[in-house]
């Protein structure tokens, strides 16, 4: 089993910057990739960004591309979001996922935090 736990979220003005992070535990050995979904109200659950748990592989959806940063310290059992401009329909339930494999799709995360919300102010 891994646990993660997501740390973060608040409340922040359009154009400013939050940083998530999302601890794992237990078996982190097992973990070869990471990601960040979120879900807005009325919304489907999205991947905001994914990261293979050497760092090799990156992946990001196309709103938040040149905004958000994917990274990992292994020494840690750590994975960062790094959110910067937000924009209000960044809003949403942050969740933190670990897969056994590289993965983009929700259905291939094993493993999922309790989610943490963020939301942005215009």
């Known amino acids: 089993q891994v646990q993660l736990v997501e740390s973060g979220g608040g409340l922040v003005q359009a154009g400013g910057s939050l940083r998530l992070s999302c601890v794992a535990s237990?078996?982190?050995?097992?973990?070869?990739?990471m990601g960040w979904f979120r879900r807005a109200p009325g919304k489907e659950r999205e991947l905001v960004a994914a990261i293979s748990w050497s760092g090799a592989n990156t992946r990001y959806a196309d709103s938040v591309k040149g905004r958000f940063t994917i990274s990992r310290d292994n020494a840690k059992n750590t994975v960062y979001l790094q959110m910067n401009s937000l924009k209000p329909e960044d809003t949403a339930v942050y969740f933190c996922a670990a897969a056994l494999t590289w993965a983009t799709v929700a259905g291939a995360f094993r493993y999922w935090g309790q989610g943490t919300q963020v939301t942005v102010s215009s």
């Open positions: 237990g078996r982190t050995y097992s973990i070869s990739g």
